[in-house]
C-alpha cells in the first residue's frame, strides 16, 4: 500500500537541501496551511453538491442539472456567486463579535479537520492526545454560534443561539463518551494508533457489541452537533428564520454554511477513523487472499469511500425525519443517550479486561 | 533558528494574551470581556502547547474555552439585558481594585524573581521536545502511590457534585 510518508518526506527533504531548517520548518507550515485550506473548500463545494443530489433523489427530484454534466459546476457556480454577493452592514450590531463569531466557527472547524489522518502517511500532527484534541477544539465552535446569535441584535438569531448551546453542550457530552469507549478498547488516544491497531479487524467487528452501540451513539450525537435536520433546532427556517445566522450575508454567511457542510464530514471523518478503520483497508482474519485484493485499492480511497459512506447516512437521516421539538431533543440526550454511553463504557471495561 | 522560531511563538502569545487581558478588564461591554477572556485562555492553551504540554493545552481549551467560557456567555444571556454598558465605579472601589492588583502583581513578581529558573541548554525540555505521556498522566492521576492523586481528585469531584445537587436545589425552588 501506497505510504504518503514518502512524498511528505521527499518535500522535507528538498526543502532542507537549500533552506536552513527554521525556514524549511516555516515553508512547511505555511504548505500545510494552504493545502487543508484548498482541501476544505473543495470538499466543501463537493459536500454542497452530494448534498443537494441526494436531497433531491430522496424528494424524487433530479437536483441541480443545469451547469456542467449532472450539474457537478453547480456548486462552483454558487461559490463565484456568494464570493460576489454583497455584504450588508447592520445597524445596532456589535460590529467586533459579529465579526469575530464566524470566524470562530469556522477556525474550530479548520483546526479539526487539520488533525485527521486522510491516508497512511498523510496526517499533519500526530498528537498523543489524538482524540481529545478532536473533542477539544470542536467545541470551540458553540462559542462562535453563541456570539454570533447575541451579537446579531436580534430576537431570531438569539433564540437560535440558546437553543444551539443548549443542544451543542448536551451532545458534546455522548459524543465524548462514545468516542472514549473505542479509547478503553484501544488504550491509546493518539489517531495513528489507533487506525494501526485495526489492521486485523476494524474496532466496530472487534469491539462486538458495545463498540457497535458506541458508534450509533457517536453518529447521533455527532448528527446533533453539526446542527442538521432532525437535530436543526437552531436554525429551524419555518419558526426561527434562519436561526443564528439570519444577519449575516454573502461570505459571511457562506463561513457558516461552509463548516456546517465541513463539519458533517468531520464527524463522518472521525466515526470513520476511530470505528472503520480509517484509512485502513477491509480486512478478514484468515481470509488471505481476500486481504491481498483489498490492500491493493490506495487509502485514501479507502478512508474518503467510508468517510462519504457516513455522509450519506447523516444525509438519509436528515432528509427522512421531521424536526424534534427542544425538549424532547433535550430528553433524548439526557434521557437515553447519555445513561446508555455510560454504561457502554462499562460494558467495553469489562470487555477489555 | 529552531529557537529563533519559538521565540517568535512566544513573543506572538505573549502580545495576544497580554493586550487581550488588558481589553478583557477595559472593555465596557460584559459579553466583549467574556470574549476576550476566551482569547487569553486560548492564548495560554497556546504556550503548553509550545511547552509540548499537549494535554493540559487541550484541557485548557475543553474545560476553560469549551466550557467556562459557554457557561459565562449563557450566563450573560440570561442576566443581563441587550447594550447594557457597565457604570462606572465608585472611586472607593478603584483605589481598592488598585490597591489589590498592586499587591497580587507584588506577589506575583516576587515569586518570579525569587525563582531559580535552571538555564542549561543541554536540558531539551527547556525548549519542549519531550512530549508528555498521555498514560503517565492518567496513572499519576488514579493512582494511590506518592506524588499520585487518586484522593484530591474523588474530592474534587464530590465537590462538583454536591455544586450540581445545589444548582438544581436553587432552580427548582419555586
Known amino acids: ?353 | 533558528m529552531d529557537a529563533t522560531i519559538n521565540l517568535i511563538i512566544f513573543y506572538a502569545l505573549a502580545v495576544v494574551v497580554l493586550s487581550m487581558s488588558v481589553l478583557a478588564v477595559t472593555t465596557k461591554k460584559i459579553l466583549r470581556a467574556a470574549t476576550y477572556l476566551l482569547f487569553v485562555l486560548i492564548g495560554t492553551a497556546g504556550f503548553y502547547l509550545m511547552l509540548n504540554y499537549h494535554f493540559l493545552a487541550a484541557v485548557q481549551i475543553t474545560v476553560y474555552a469549551g466550557g467556562v467560557v459557554v457557561l459565562f456567555i449563557f450566563a450573560i444571556f440570561l442576566v443581563s439585558s441587550k447594550g447594557e454598558v457597565i457604570e462606572p465605579h465608585a472611586k472607593r472601589k478603584v483605589v481598592l481594585g488598585l490597591l489589590a492588583s498592586v499587591a497580587g502583581a507584588a506577589v506575583v513578581f516576587f515569586a518570579l524573581f525569587k525563582h531559580q529558573f535552571v538555564i542549561d541548554s543541554a536540558n531539551t525540555t527547556m525548549i519542549g521536545d519531550q512530549e508528555m505521556n498521555m498514560k503517565v498522566i492518567g496513572q499519576a492521576l488514579i493512582g494511590t502511590g506518592k506524588y499520585q492523586y487518586l484522593l484530591p481528585f474523588e474530592i474534587l469531584s464530590v465537590l462538583l457534585l454536591a455544586c450540581i445537587i445545589g444548582g438544581i436545589l436553587i432552580a427548582r425552588k419555586r
Open chain 1, 1 to 353: 500500500m501506497f505510504d504518503f510518508a514518502i512524498v511528505t518526506s521527499w518535500i522535507d527533504q528538498f526543502l532542507r537541501s537549500f533552506l536552513s531548517a527554521g525556514w524549511t520548518l516555516f515553508v512547511e507550515f505555511v504548505l500545510i496551511g494552504l493545502v487543508i485550506l484548498a482541501l476544505y473548500a473543495v470538499l466543501a463545494l463537493l459536500l454542497i453538491y452530494v448534498e443537494r443530489k441526494v436531497c433531491a433523489f430522496f424528494q424524487c427530484r433530479i437536483g441541480p442539472n443545469r451547469v456542467g454534466p449532472w450539474g457537478v459546476l453547480q456548486s462552483v457556480a454558487d461559490m463565484v456567486k456568494i464570493l460576489l454577493k454583497e455584504l450588508i452592514n447592520i445597524k445596532r450590531v456589535d460590529p467586533f463579535l459579529f465579526k469575530a463569531a464566524m470566524f470562530l466557527v469556522i477556525i474550530a472547524s479548520i483546526c479539526t479537520f487539520g488533525a485527521l489522518p486522510f491516508a497512511r502517511g498523510l496526517q499533519t500532527i500526530d498528537f498523543n492526545i489524538g482524540v481529545f484534541y478532536l473533542l477539544a477544539v470542536s467545541s470551540l465552535g458553540v462559542v462562535g454560534i453563541l456570539l454570533a446569535g447575541w451579537s446579531s441584535n436580534n430576537k431570531y438569531t438569539m433564540i437560535g443561539a440558546m437553543r444551539s448551546g443548549a443542544q451543542l453542550i448536551s451532545y458534546e457530552l455522548s459524543a465524548g463518551l462514545s468516542l472514549m469507549a473505542i479509547v478503553v478498547l484501544s488504550g491509546s488516544m493518539q489517531l495513528s494508533e489507533i487506525v494501526n491497531q485495526q489492521a486485523e479487524m476494524w474496532f466496530i467487528f472487534k469491539g462486538h457489541i458495545p463498540a457497535f452501540i458506541a458508534f450509533v451513539i457517536y453518529l447521533i450525537a455527532g448528527h446533533a452537533e453539526t446542527n442538521r435536520g432532525p437535530f436543526d433546532l437552531p436554525e429551524a427556517e419555518s419558526e426561527l428564520t434562519a436561526g443564528y445566522h439570519t444577519e449575516y450575508s454573502g461570505i459571511q454567511f457562506g463561513f457558516f454554511y461552509l463548516a456546517e457542510y465541513l463539519n458533517m464530514f468531520i464527524v463522518a471523518a472521525i466515526a470513520t477513523t476511530m470505528f472503520l478503520g480509517g484509512w485502513m483497508p477491509l480486512h478478514i482474519p484468515g481470509w488471505e487472499g481476500f486481504n491481498q485484493v483489498m490492500d491493493f485499492i490506495p487509502s485514501v480511497i479507502w478512508f474518503f469511500g467510508k468517510a462519504f459512506l457516513c455522509v450519506f447516512l447523516a444525509l438519509w437521516v436528515r432528509w427522512s425525519f421531521p424536526r424534534l421539538r427542544i425538549d424532547q431533543l433535550l430528553n433524548l440526550e439526557w434521557k437515553v443517550l447519555m445513561p446508555i454511553s455510560l454504561i457502554n463504557i462499562l460494558l467495553m471495561a469489562l470487555l477489555v479486561l
